[in-house]
């Protein structure tokens, strides 16, 4: 069974720092594609950024490309996001991802979200 478990979420000022952090189980992210999605209120939810299982190379929203930096741990398998320069726009839950497709075009599991809070 697959599981993916984030953590981190939080209240930040603008122009402060979080750091998101995503446990994968039953599943080695080193075989496939994860990355992190969010979801604003009232608004659909979008691709942020992902790393490639094979290679390691990432992909990010333009709208973080600069700011957010994705990385993973293969022997602790977990996957992290690294988010600088917050704004209030950043306000969403984001979601832990794993699928296919240097964007993540094929979801195959995703986490229970963690909120983020960009307050101005």
């Known amino acids: 069974q697959v599981q993916l478990v984030e953590s981190g979420g939080g209240l930040v000022q603008a122009g402060g720092s979080l750091r998101l952090s995503c446990a994968v189980s039953?599943?080695?992210?080193?075989?496939?594609?994860m990355g992190w999605f969010r979801q604003a209120p009232g608004k659909e939810r979008e691709f942020v950024a992902a790393i490639r299982g094979s290679g390691g190379s990432t992909v990010y929203a333009d709208s973080v490309k600069g700011r957010f930096t994705i990385s993973r741990d293969s022997v602790k398998n977990t996957v992290a996001l690294q988010m600088n320069s917050l704004k209030p726009e950043d306000t969403a839950v984001y979601y832990c991802?794993?699928?296919?497709?240097?964007?993540?075009?094929?979801?195959?599991?995703w986490g229970q979200g963690t909120q983020v809070t960009v307050s101005s």
């Open positions: 039953g599943r080695p992210l080193t075989y496939f594609t």
């Open positions: 991802a794993q699928g296919y497709g240097s964007n993540l075009a094929r979801v195959d599991y």
